[in-house]
Nanobody
Framework: QVQLVESGGGLVQPGGSLRLSCAAS????????MSWHRQAPGKERELVAS????????NYVDSVKGRFTISRANVKNTVYLQMNSLKPEDTAVYYC?????????WGQGTQVTVSS
């Protein structure tokens, strides 16, 4: 059974940091490109960051460049999103995504709220 379980979300003040984790099981994690997406209320889901299966290719949406870092540990079947200098506009549900060809899996999401 395929599972992607996100954790690490919560409430943080502007300028603060959070580290999201996504633990994968039920598929060969090391084959899959991984990504983080987010969806704010009333907005479409957007791609935040992506990392290739080996970690050799990484991309970020412009709004998080220099603040967020995506990484993966294939030995732990886990992908991470380190989020620094958080802003209120980063408030959203963050989703983990795994993709290999036509195989696409999603996690259930974790809420990140940036507010004073």
């Amino acid at each position: 059974q395929v599972q992607l379980v996100e954790s690490g979300g919560g409430l943080v003040q502007p300028g603060g940091s959070l580290r999201l984790s996504c633990a994968a099981s039920g598929f060969r994690f090391s084959r899959y490109a991984m990504s983080w997406h987010r969806q704010a209320p009333g907005k479409e889901r957007e791609l935040v960051a992506s990392i290739s299966s080996t970690g050799g290719s990484i991309n970020y949406v412009d709004s998080v460049k220099g603040r967020f870092t995506i990484s993966r540990a294939n030995v732990k079947n886990t992908v991470y999103l380190q989020m620094n200098s958080l802003k209120p506009e980063d408030t959203a549900v963050y989703y983990c995504n795994a993709r290999w060809g036509v195989d696409v899996y999603w996690g259930q999401g974790t809420q990140v709220t940036v507010s004073s």
